[in-house]
């Protein structure tokens, strides 16, 4: 399972060239990529349109769309920001630490372009 966070779709959707679009364009046909529903959020809320809001909201029902924090979630996602900021890394928003619990915690793959989430691969995150 491919988790991807909106670092990549904002830029998917803009059309911006990346590697980590290049990859979800693969993945996209190859592996069970899933859409969180804070990410979800992230990525809608962006759409200054209704015409490109709804356009994207359907196309990402296509994904299945999982939820990413719930009471035991968010227990461990604090404590992973715990480890970090006793180690000098605090972490800077609160959903990174909540979508990267997330992937550690149920062994899935992220794929991101944002360099916050790079301190969490210390604690076992992996990378699509």
């Known amino acids: 399972m491919i988790l991807v966070d909106s670092s990549v779709w904002i830029d998917y959707f803009n ?11 693969r993945y996209i046909d190859e592996e069970q990529i899933c859409v969180g529903d804070l990410i979800l959020t992230e990525v809608l809320q962006g759409f200054r349109s209704d015409k490109d809001f709804y356009l994207a909201k359907e196309y990402l029902s296509e994904f299945e769309t999982i939820s990413l924090v719930g009471k035991k ?26 979508i990267a619990a997330f992937c550690i915690a149920w062994d899935a793959r992220l794929l991101h372009s944002d ?14």
């Open 15 to 25: 059309g911006n060239q990346s590697n980590a679009v290049d990859r979800l364009d």
């Open 73 to 98: 979630q968010a227990v461990f996602s604090a404590s992973l920001y715990r480890q970090l900021r006793r180690r000098g890394n605090t972490p800077r928003k609160t959903i990174d630490v909540l």
């Open 115 to 128: 360099r916050d989430f790079d301190v969490f691969q210390s604690l076992g995150l992996k990378i699509a």
